[in-house]
C-alpha cells in the first residue's frame, strides 16, 4: 500500500487549492479513504474521510470550504481547498484503512487512526 499526496504550496487567506493522492497496492473502493492534518504544536486531527459508496463526513471548521472526493479509475483521492484560512496551514496527509466502519462515523473527531498513512504534503495561508 502506497499513498503519495501532491498538490500543497503557499496561498493568500481566501484562497484555493486542491490536494491529490496517488494510491497504489490496493484499491480506493474498497478503502476507507480520508485526509488528516497536523499544524505545528497541534495535535493531528481528522479533516475529511470519504467511504465506499461516497459518504463524506468533513471536520466542522472545513464544512462548506473543502470538498472531498475519488477518481475511482485513476486511484485517486483529493481535497478541494476553498477560502482558505491562515488557521488551516499545516501538513495535510492522506489515509486509507480496510474497515469501512471508519467511514460511517458520524462525528468525525472519533474516526481514530488509520492503518496507512502518506508522507504529507505542506499547506500554508498567509494572512
Known amino acids: 500500500v502506497q499513498l503519495v499526496e501532491s498538490g500543497g504550496g503557499s496561498v493568500q487567506a481566501g484562497g484555493s487549492l486542491r490536494l491529490s493522492c496517488a494510491a497504489s497496492?490496493?484499491?480506493?473502493?474498497?478503502?476507507?479513504m480520508g485526509w488528516f492534518r497536523q499544524a505545528p504544536g497541534k495535535e493531528r486531527e481528522a479533516v475529511a474521510t470519504?467511504?465506499?459508496?461516497?459518504?463524506?463526513n468533513y471536520e466542522d471548521s472545513v464544512k462548506g470550504r473543502f470538498t472531498i472526493s475519488k477518481d475511482n479509475n485513476k486511484n485517486t483521492l483529493h481535497l478541494q481547498m476553498n477560502s482558505l484560512k491562515p488557521e488551516d496551514t499545516a501538513v495535510y496527509y492522506c489515509?486509507?484503512?480496510?474497515?469501512?466502519?471508519?467511514?460511517?462515523?458520524?462525528?468525525?473527531?472519533?474516526?481514530?487512526?488509520?492503518?496507512?498513512w502518506g508522507r504529507g504534503t505542506q499547506v500554508a495561508v498567509s494572512s
Open positions: 470519504i467511504g465506499e459508496i461516497g459518504t463524506s
Open positions: 497496492g490496493f484499491t480506493i473502493t474498497t478503502y476507507c
Open positions: 489515509v486509507a484503512d480496510p474497515v469501512q466502519k471508519k467511514c460511517l462515523i458520524n462525528t468525525i473527531k472519533d474516526v481514530g487512526d488509520f492503518g496507512h
